[in-house]
């Protein structure tokens, strides 16, 4: 709906249009509301265009912001607080490329004008007149979904899939029931490209409908939908709207008391996810209660269809084009999304990871993302996908390339081959770092959460995986730190060396940094064995670990961690000097301890190198550089068992005298 004064948005432009396709008209200009007032008042009687600019300019003024990419013109009459709009058009006859909304000095923002393909303006049209609320599960919306999907299907090469007949799941609900069955896939003649959904979702702390030894017969024999969530629900509604038969659902399709069955199919989860035709994400959604669909104001989410009328004030000629608008600006770029209870979820990251589309249901909008494409309701044309994990950093087509099952090479040390899979190892710290901080409902399932990807990464280079790191990259990756010293976990997950033996955000030493002129010296010491053992019963040999050890022969000094607001401003070599370990020969400083929890704060520490870094360190003004000599070390202690040590940090020593000693044998648990 729009409001009579959006009706058609007359713009006076200043120069003549002759007809000529060179000729240009410039500074365009349109009166729209008289006040803000005005402006909230058709606002809240439905008008489209008027809501936007209301939601915009009610907010609080601020920092000019540089929209699309070039600096925003000055308001035609700053002193007016009333809504004037303003564009610059482009050659005769095309629409401009940007529309500014101004009211007096400080209020501004910047609209994309763009035209949409019939089939995406037709989705976004459907708005209530009277309200403009929109549930993000209406028609229209699994409409533009149907839409999504089949270019990918269509278009899309990097996002075929080849069906494996074998990876079908165990068991799906049928959903072409009015009460959804569970169902074996193996009792059932299904072709190997059978399609099927899968579902991204939050179990939270209400309590959900699942599949047991005691309830699997009658689920089988039919599961009414007044029993299941608002979530599942919802699900199976939109399987049934997109035309399929076959759902997902972990709660539903895993027995859940029991051990066996558990283990047996939470090691083919990723595989699950990967073969799935899309994967439902009730992103929205703290627990099954919520559901996927929300009631929202669609018209802040959805470009907006209008009529554009130039009228040159010389001649009066008019030229009248329709096109859609939406706001721009560099605080919501398009793949943003609202805040999501899922994004906390330690599985939804292999579950995201792996899906070849994911169809996301978020508190606010609809949104669709594709190994190619990213879409929303506010983005229906697609753009392409810029990352398959948000703040990812550097490029990740290698990582793309290995979910896919493209082999790495490993080649020779300094071969194009060599360099790619170091980069594969570099996602993969990149990946741990985020699925670090992600929450697990049971602390145990540290690994069997990521060990669909780990098994794609696996395939993809042959190299073995030994709780949670990579067994040729493994100097590097025991280099790995905690963001901020927490407690320790009560029950044992993982072996001290690796980072799934602590709780909270883990980063790894960066071997990247474009400001600094390093060589790097790994033959401090040589890993001569790692022995990973999983529980007898374990079926996912990337799931849980019972016990590590770590066969390392390596230089090994004991040395003193201090606190740091401890230490003796008379040792420190300068006021900004941090460093609070001690050399107990020479009592001086000689180092850096950064302790896993709080109770390794201080005391005894064996320090263990395990790379040299040697090199030039620019200073800030980039003229004047200091020569540093820099070991990153494992900070141990004795478990009290001969040669056998334990992780208790990390510790960065400057001082070459600690690796003139002699090299030992020693066991990491």
């Known amino acids: 709906m729009l409001c009579d004064q959006c009706q058609t948005i007359t713009f006076q432009t200043q120069t003549q249009w002759t007809g000529d396709e060179s000729s240009k008209a410039t500074s365009c200009i349109s009166n729209h509301q008289p006040d803000l007032q005005s402006l909230q008042h ?15 300019l009610s907010r609080p003024p601020s920092r000019t912001i540089n929209h699309l990419g070039r600096s925003k013109p000055k308001p035609p009459n700053p002193e007016s607080e009333a809504v004037q709009l303003y564009c610059e058009t482009s050659e005769y006859g095309k629409a401009p490329e940007a529309m500014f909304a101004y009211s007096g000095h400080e209020r501004s923002v910047a609209f994309e004008v763009l035209e949409l393909e019939r089939s995406l303006a037709n989705a976004v049209a459907d708005i209530d007149p009277t309200t403009g609320l929109s549930s993000t599960g209406s028609v229209s919306n699994l409409t533009l979904a149907t839409t999504w999907l089949n270019r990918c299907l269509e278009t899309h090469k990097t996002c075929q899939n080849p069906i494996i007949p074998s990876l079908l799941p165990t068991r ?5 029931h009015i009460s959804p069955k569970l169902i074996l896939t193996d009792t059932l003649i299904l072709e190997s490209h059978t399609p099927y959904l899968t579902l991204s979702h939050c179990w939270g702390k209400q309590r959900i409908i699942t599949t047991t030894l005691a309830t699997l017969a009658a689920h089988q024999e039919g599961i009414a939908m007044s029993s299941l969530s608002q979530t599942f629900r919802d699900a199976v509604t939109i399987t049934r709207k997109m035309g399929l038969k076959y759902l997902w659902i972990d709660s539903l399709c895993i027995i859940q008391d029991s051990t066996s069955d558990w283990e047996s199919e939470a090691a083919k989860m990723g595989d699950y996810y990967r073969h799935s035709l899309f994967t439902i994400s009730a992103a929205g959604a703290e627990d099954g209660s919520v559901g996927c669909f929300m009631q929202r104001d669609a018209r802040l989410v959805r470009p907006c269809a209008l009529k554009l009328k130039f009228q040159a004030t010389n001649t009066g000629e008019e030229k009248v084009m329709k096109v859609h608008v939406r706001p721009r600006d560099d605080t919501s770029p398009f793949w943003k999304r609202a805040y999501s209870p899922l994004d906390r979820r330690g599985w939804v990251m292999q579950e995201r990871l792996l899906a070849p589309r994911s169809l996301i249901f978020e508190s606010n909008k609809l949104s669709w993302m594709c190994l190619e494409m990213q879409a929303s309701e506010r983005f229906p044309e697609g753009r392409k996908t810029e990352g398959i994990l948000v703040n990812m950093g550097r490029g990740d087509e290698v990582l793309r390339s290995v979910l896919k099952g493209v082999k ?30 992600l929450e697990l409902t049971y602390e145990s399932d540290i690994f069997p959460a990521l060990s669909g990807v780990a098994g794609f990464v696996q395939k993809a280079t042959g190299d073995g995986y030994v709780a949670g790191l990579w067994r040729d990259d493994l100097q590097r990756g025991l280099l790995w730190s905690v963001a901020e010293p927490g407690e320790r976990l009560e029950v044992w997950r993982a072996p001290s060396w690796s980072w799934a033996s602590v709780k909270g955000g883990v980063t790894f030493h960066d071997f990247e940094d474009p400001n600094e002129d390093r060589s790097w010296d790994l033959d401090c010491v040589a890993v001569k064995g790692v022995d990973v053992i999983v529980p007898a019963k374990e079926r996912n040999p990337f799931g849980k670990v019972s016990q590590g050890m770590l066969h390392i022969n390596g230089y090994l000094k004991l040395g003193l961690a201090l606190k740091v607001e401890e230490v003796d401003q008379a040792l420190r070599k300068d006021e900004d000097d941090d460093d609070n370990i001690m050399d107990t020969d020479t009592v001086k400083l ?9 109770e390794s704060l201080e005391g005894g520490i064996f320090c263990l190198p395990i790379i040299f870094e040697k090199g030039v360190f620019y200073t800030e003004d980039d003229v004047i550089p200091d020569e540093a000599w820099t070991a990153t070390c494992l900070a141990l202690v004795p478990t009290g068992d001969y040669d056998i040590y334990r992780r208790v940090g990390l510790a960065r020593i400057n001082d070459s005298r600690w690796v003139e000693n002699e090299r030992v044998d020693l066991i990491i648990v």
């Not at 000689?590 to 709080?598: A, I, L, M, T, Y």
Request: one cysteine or more; charged letters at 30%.
């Open 42 to 56: 058709s606002a809240s009687n439905g008008c489209h265009f008027c809501a936007l600019l209301w939601d915009r």
């Open 408 to 437: 790495v090479e490993r080649g020779v040390w300094g071969s194009k081959e060599r360099e790619r899979l170091l980069e594969l190892y570099d996602r993969w710290y990149d990946l741990i770092r985020q699925y670090s901080t």
């Open 590 to 598: 000689v180092g850096r301890f950064f302790p896993d929890d709080q």
């Open 172 to 176: 799906v609900l049928d959903v072409t």
